[in-house]
């Protein structure tokens, strides 16, 4: 034991003391962090940041909105100075077809005009609708359709009012939006405000640490065992402690430093959320799962790398055959936002019961919906106690096999046949 | 051999089709050195991996002062072949580390490695990294690494390919240091001169099978010898002749005489002494390089 802890302690000094998990330590919060500052920086900018002067032609061809129409398009301007929308009436042809012109559309096409609205001639009535050409190119320009599309309807109501002689002041009075604020209801009372953002962005919080922790860190497992053959060191070691006490070793050193990581990068996040005030958005026991599958969630990718390692002589080798088994790896960051979509679909459980990435894609389905069936958390549970050892004696097999082996990789035969009788 | 330090016993290992070591029995005293010798390929890397459990034995026992390999790890010093440390530890932190690897007090490994690095001459270097030595001190530190620990029993597999002649008397020192402290040490070669100058104990490989197990003295004793060295004075064609003598061969001033069949070197010392002065007469004693290439046959590249 003593000796599986002389292992684990240099593994855990190597691992910490190595610049890459240094920079990785620091600089990840710090850009994560910089990073959702920045987003919501813009993410502001483009919803009630200034733009330039928008040019709206609008064609009425009911004949009865044009002072309304400049009314409603100057309170927008009031309401908004910073997003002013110059509007331009412009008389219906006499005979003029009812899809519009084809001179404002090619306008509209070329950008020099952001949108033209034809309004039919019985749109008062209710009887014809609005046409609206737009070039859409990005998010303002769709939040301009709905700008328009108010500022439209608020003529029209106006005319209707008139109609039935109501003064503008009860105009005011019908039209008063009533505010409207949303509460999630959360796991318990008290639960507190739980933002769209957060709901979304919580789930892919978790994915992303438990995925850079876990590689980042069992990166020096690859690299050491690589290091330890290459450099012969390991006949040595091997003379000293069995296969089995130097992996066990390794693998306790790894999971320190791991901790070491989470707990940086989890107490960073905290703090940030603290002071944003959404620390009470996720319950507790999501940060209890985490801290579960994570321990899995490693000790898979550590067996995995740690069998990878030893069968290769450089890290060129090791990275080739590395990148087929990456694939697996990164199929719940690609599939991140489908899966918090739709925790419970069938695509996110048959994800969730793939061994290497249950972990991920099952922390995944709890933080973003944390109802998920109980008995899938205990199925998933059942099965990472199952193929995690299972993992383990596998990679310990390869291990003793294809540290002491130099030359060509082994190809999955000969793999398989370490496994066997190693 | 009363409580030999280590015993193999019909001792197995194949690697897929090929017998690397096959059914060797083995008995090493203690404070002797012991030299296993034969051609690459023999077995001798094999079977010094299963004494040092780091391959296990397909079949037969092996028991190391009493104990079985894994129990016996922390008694061995070995330094294989091919030679390496953690090029970017310090020194001291790689010897504190093997020590602790080792099963040794921190406090002992730390003593015990300022101690042997003084006396290799390396004290100075003990805070740099090992990649910043040269590649004489590296050797050094490896010698180190191997010894520092105390082990009761030193395992060097090849120690003297390409070490510089400073490192290879050192190693030898502290091999016959080890030996005169009672500890026993085994080694592999196929340097014969080296083997023949050191070794207690012969153990010949080939094929994974021994081929001879003994002392130097007894394996020579098999090999009679049939031929002498002698320099003369004056004309020596007239050896040629002579009845005791099959064939003649010059080196130098000298003659390499081979005796004919039934033929009595003292007889053959008498009837040169009849003709002419003898300057020197020396019976051929086999070199362990001829009777290696003479057992090994065909096989030895």
Known sequence: MSKILAVARREFLETVKNKIFLINLVLVPALALGGAALSIYF???????????????????SGLLADDLREAFAQHNRRRPQQPIALTLIEPEADAPTTGSEELAARVRAGTVHGYAVIGPGAVEGSDKCLYYLKARNLADMELVSTVQQCLNEAIVAVRARRRNLSPKVLDEIRAWTSFEQIDVGEQAGGGKRSEAVMVMAPFFFLFLMFTGVFAVNQQILTGVIEEKSSRIIEVILSAVSPFQLLTGKMLGAVAAGFILIGVWGGAAYAAALIKGIHAAVPLSVFVYFTLYFIFGFLMVASFLAALGSMCNTLREAQSMMTPAMIIFVLPIIAWFYITQQPSGLFAVVLSFLPPITPMVMILRIAAWPEIPLWQIAASFVLLALSVPAMLWIAARIFRVGILMYGKPPSPREILRWIRYA | MPNPSLVLDHVTKSFGSLRAVDALTLRVPHGCIYGFLGPNGAGKTTTLRMILDIIAPDSGRIEILGRTPPAAKDLIGYMPEERGLYRKMTVRAVLAYLGAIKGMPSRDASRAAARWLERVGLADWAGRKVEELSKGMQQKLQFVATVFSGPQILILDEPFSGLDPLNLDLIKDIMLEMRAAGKTVIFSTHMMEQAERLCDFILLMN??????????????????????????????????????????????????????????????LRALLQRTRVRSFEIKVPTLHEIFVHRVGGSHE
Request: charged share 30%; no cysteine; hydrophobic share 40%.
């Open chain 2, 207 to 268: 094929k994974g099978r021994a081929v001879f197990d003994g002392t130097f003295a007894q394996i020579q004793s098999e090999y009679e010898s049939r031929a002498v060295l002698v320099e003369v004075e004056g004309d020596n064609r007239f050896v040629q002749a002579l009845p005791q003598v099959s064939a003649v061969r010059a080196i130098g001033k000298r003659l390499e005489i081979e005796l004919s069949a039934g033929a009595d070197d003292q007889d053959l």
């Open chain 1, 43 to 61: 993410a502001k900018q483009a919803v009630g940041g200034p733009r330039e002067t928008r040019q709206i032609v609008v064609e009425d061809r």
